[in-house]
């Protein structure tokens, strides 16, 4: 039971979830605000989400020097989830208390959102798929990526409340029930992974010689010749 809400509250921070529910609150914002808002939420969200696939090919390629904060926990791919999870939830909740009525509704929307948070991120380590300095460095990226997005429209005035229809509701939690049962299929981190073992064998990423040519041995075995 406890396996269970942990891989769900951890599908919260999938990309597979997450990237629909970006487009759809950028729709959102377009439609029931302005285009510039809408535009600076995808500018924040892209720039936080290229930082992280640059940290995650340059850790998997060549490796990350150890984390300040926790120098001897496991950094080679920060999290994704957890920066995710804070860039689309983050900005989400700060939106919404920035248009709540009272201060009350306020606080509450902002202890709510970063209590999803931290669930999503702890969730990481517990299924051990970070170390907590990962976590740490994804919730980093993440929040100053929301804070870039609040800090460009904040001579906007605050969106409408946005009223999402009952069958996109629907739609989203049969979504997530769905991940849930079959598992998160996000192959974004085996695909990373791929092409940073690639960049290091063929450019000679990180010092690792590169594959220069490519010709016949004395046994007709193909073989490699590297630059030196």
């Known amino acids: 039971m406890i396996a269970t809400m942990t891989h769900a509250v951890t599908h919260l921070g999938s990309s597979t979830l997450l990237m629909p529910l970006s487009a759809l609150y950028a729709t959102l914002l377009w439609r029931r605000h302005s285009a510039p808002l809408a535009l600076r939420w995808l500018a ?10 640059g940290l995650k090919l340059f850790g998997h390629g060549c490796g990350l020097p150890p984390f300040p904060f926790l120098p ?3 950094f080679v791919s920060p999290s994704g989830h957890a920066a995710f999870a804070t860039i689309f939830y983050g900005s989400v909740g700060a939106l919404a208390a920035r248009g709540a009525g009272s201060p009350g509704w306020r606080g509450l929307i902002l202890l709510a959102t970063v209590g999803l ?16 300095a990962e976590v740490v460095a994804g919730l980093l990226v993440g929040g100053l990526t929301v804070g870039l997005f609040l800090w460009s429209g904040r001579t906007l005035p605050a969106p409408a409340r ?7 509701l629907a739609a989203v939690a049969l979504g997530l029930a769905g991940m ?5 299929p996000s192959i974004i981190e085996s ?12 450019t000679g990423l990180c010092g690792v010689p590169r594959l220069a040519a490519f010709g016949h041995g004395t046994n007709g075995q193909d073989i490699y010749f590297q630059a030196r």
């Open 44 to 53: 924040a969200a892209g720039l936080g989400l290229g930082v992280m696939a």
């Open 72 to 74: 001897e926990d496991r």
């Open 117 to 132: 948070v931290a669930a999503i991120s702890v969730s990481r380590v517990l299924v051990s798929a970070h170390s907590a």
């Open 162 to 168: 946005p009223r999402m229809p009952p069958l996109l």
């Open 180 to 184: 849930v049962r079959a598992g998160d």
């Open 191 to 202: 695909g990373i992974r791929t092409l940073a073992a690639e960049l290091r064998t063929e």
